[in-house]
């Protein structure tokens, strides 16, 4: 077999692990919070540890990839993914399984900002749109199995098990991308910019902490308003330092092209929507409607399903039309699912959820395959890892940023309600701090009320309509993001922005004309 076709399989193993490992931890997150007693900030964490991590190295990496070999990288990367992987499964405290997942950041960083630039560097014209479509093939298809695999290894032999089950697949990745892939690297790529790469951390370390911590306090606590303050000032430095400095690991210049614009928005908008709210429909279908982690896993097949469906098939579209075209529309969808989910009740049942899991899943399946190609395809080979690089960055800072801010919102929201509600129940107002913090925090409100009989009855039925509130409320606003990004990501994402790769001129005229 040809070493690009076993590129194509090396890629797509790290990107299969990676991204069931996300779908399945966010099925397993309400057995991690009993198991280990964890806070809703911690599960905050959880996911938000692996988010930044990613975010805030995956330029370096990219340009670490361009220096030393990309090949080596994604080895590295994968190796220190499955170490973190393996580390997951033993944490034994909150905080051991945040940092264990912030070393899986790390090896998923090196992975991501590789991935890309390994499968532009080894195939061109048609067969890079083939390629693509494998990959989102695989994509979706992690997507969709992800959920009911969490659901049966957490509900089986439990959520440890879904850390563990990352060493073997990693084992079999590492084994064939150092045997079979061919090594590629930028001859004149620059050393890294350490400095840009303190400051852009530290930066959305602020900002994430300050999100997440307006969610424990409010949004004008000094120490909140300070990490916002701190995020402007760190975002501002490290504007300058990239601009002034010799060699950057955020080319500015990059933005100066529409569709490279268009397509961080994309990403960010993606994943500051559909996939941060995945979180809070999985505590939706177990913490407050009382499904397994099966069950609920069951059901968020029908979103990663309608995923599968049109991932393939966008992947292969997007060497034949404009990609706006299905950007766009996807994102559109996207909106649209979200806006459909929201208008819950406290009588809904998890079936007002179906047609927004059917439009979402069909718009991310759109959305996925070419928005990876765009990311490498405006900027020659060469450049191509800290194009993915850069791209990947805003889509993880779009989980990150939203995950830490619905959060808040919701919390803020779900506890003015019940506060609101407990008010009017005869003698349950002097609980009602104490019921609130532990709604939002995860807990069970009636037992930290310490009420029983009529009362506990009454104060279950506010809880359950003030969490619906909430997720009502970060549905709409999540929907608006997806939308505002549909626009302009439509807008600004051009043909004629990618650069000509693969097939002779001839070749490509006869392919537009067809």
């Known amino acids: 077999m040809d070493r690009k076709w076993w590129t194509l399989l090396a890629v797509s193993i790290g990107t299969f692990m990676l991204l069931l490992d996300i779908t399945i931890v966010n099925v397993a997150l309400p057995d991690i919070q009993h198991g280990l007693r964890a806070t809703f900030a911690d599960l905050q964490w959880v996911v938000d540890a692996y988010a930044l991590t990613l975010s805030a190295l995956l330029l370096t990496a990219g340009s670490l990839a361009d220096l030393f070999g990309r090949r080596r990288l994604f080895t590295i990367g994968l190796s220190i993914f499955t170490v973190g992987s393996l580390m997951c499964g033993l944490s034994r405290s909150p905080l051991f399984l945040i940092v264990s997942r912030s070393g899986q950041g790390i090896g998923g960083a090196i992975m991501f900002s590789t991935a890309l630039a390994l499968l532009a560097q080894a195939f061109r014209g048609r067969e890079r749109g083939i390629a693509f479509g494998v990959w989102g093939a695989v994509t979706g298809f992690a997507v969709a199995v992800g959920p009911v695999l969490g659901g049966l290894i957490t509900s089986g032999i439990g959520w440890r098990w879904i850390f563990l089950v990352n060493v073997p697949i990693g084992a079999v990745g590492v084994a064939i991308t150092s045997s079979q892939v061919e090594e590629s690297r930028e001859h004149s790529a620059s050393r890294p910019d350490f400095p840009g790469f303190v400051l852009f951390t530290a930066c959305a370390i602020s900002l994430v902490y300050g999100l997440i911590e307006a969610n424990l306090t409010s949004w004008t606590n000094d120490g909140v308003l300070g990490c916002f303050a701190g ?6 430095a490290f504007l300058v330092v990239e601009r002034l400095g010799r060699h950057p690991m955020f080319d500015l210049a990059l933005f100066r092209v529409p569709t490279f614009s268009g397509g961080a928005i994309a990403a960010f908008g993606m994943a500051a929507s559909a996939f941060s709210l995945l979180l809070y429909l999985v505590l939706y279908l177990q913490d407050d409607l009382g499904y397994s982690a099966l069950a609920s896993g069951l059901r968020l097949v029908i979103l990663s399903g309608a ?24 994102l559109l969808l996207i909106a649209l699912s979200l806006f459909f ?10 079936t007002h959820l179906v047609l927004g899991f059917v439009l979402g899943g069909l718009g991310i399946g759109m959305v996925n395959p070419p928005l990876a190609s765009t990311a490498v395809g405006v900027v020659e080979p060469q450049r191509a890892g800290m194009a993915a690089g850069t791209n990947n960055t805003f889509r993880q800072l779009g989980i990150a940023t939203g995950i830490a801010a619905l959060g808040s919102i919701f919390a803020t929201r779900a506890r003015h309600d019940l506060v609101a509600a407990m008010s009017q129940i ?5 609980r009602s701090q104490a019921a609130a913090s532990a709604l939002v925090q995860g807990n069970n409100p009636v037992v930290a009320a310490g009420v029983r009989g009529a009362q506990a009855a009454a104060l279950g039925r506010a809880a359950h309509a003030s969490f619906v509130s909430g997720l009502n409320e970060i549905l709409v606003i999540g929907a608006v993001v997806a939308l505002v ?30």
């Open 485 to 514: 990004s549909a626009v302009l990501s439509t807008i600004l994402i051009r043909s004629r922005d990618f650069v000509p790769t693969g097939p002779p001129v001839e070749e490509r005229q006869v392919a537009a004309v067809g």
């Open 426 to 430: 005869p003698g349950l107002a002097g």
């Open 341 to 350: 989910m929201a208008g819950l009740t406290a009588r809904s049942t998890w």
């Open 307 to 330: 995923s599968l469906v049109t991932a393939f098939a966008a992947g292969r579209l997007s060497a034949r039309m404009p990609v706006r075209w299905l950007i766009g529309p996807g």
């Open 231 to 236: 995020a402007v000032v760190l975002m501002a």
